[in-house]
């Protein structure tokens, strides 16, 4: 008599991407300083990579397939002030069950990114200083 096994399901683990080189051919993208904007308000949008100029080399990582435009500039630096309040307006989708669509926005001291993906000892080293997971308005206020 044939012995049958059961299909064992496992949870697969999405891997935060791997680094890749620097580019030097990768576009320069301005900061956004302290005193801009003058009102401190950022319009935080999902839009493409950049293709080869894009994400990828401007920081030496793997990208998701889509990035943040901050004021209409691709994943800048922002410069901030301790002790004044900035609001970011965030478009980043509301229906986390379609990945191309959705995309949490938060502001870390995390370089590479990808929190979401981090297992719980990776998360302990990111400090998370704002989160926005739905449309809309979020206010980030830095202490002194």
């Not at 044939?2 to 064992?8: A, E």
């Not at 981090?118 to 989160?131: A, F, H, Q, W, Y």
Request: net charge negative; hydrophobic share 30%.
């Amino acid at each position: 008599r044939p012995q049958t096994t059961q299909p064992t399901t496992t949870r697969r683990t999405i891997a935060t991407p791997r680094p890749v080189a620097r580019d030097n051919n990768a576009w320069v993208i301005p900061p956004i300083e302290c005193w801009e904007p003058d009102d401190g308000v950022f319009y935080a949008q999902m839009g493409p990579t950049g293709g080869k100029h894009g994400y990828s080399a401007i920081t030496g990582h793997v990208g998701w397939g889509i990035s943040w435009f901050i004021n209409g500039l691709l994943i800048p630096e922002i410069h901030v002030v301790r002790g004044k309040t900035y609001t970011f307006v965030t478009e980043g989708g509301n229906d986390p069950s379609i990945p191309a669509k959705y995309h949490p926005f938060y502001i870390t001291d995390d370089p590479v990114g990808g929190y979401e993906h981090k297992t719980p000892e990776e998360r302990k080293n990111v400090t998370i200083l704002l989160v926005s997971t739905a449309p809309g308005l979020e206010n980030l206020h830095l202490r002194e």
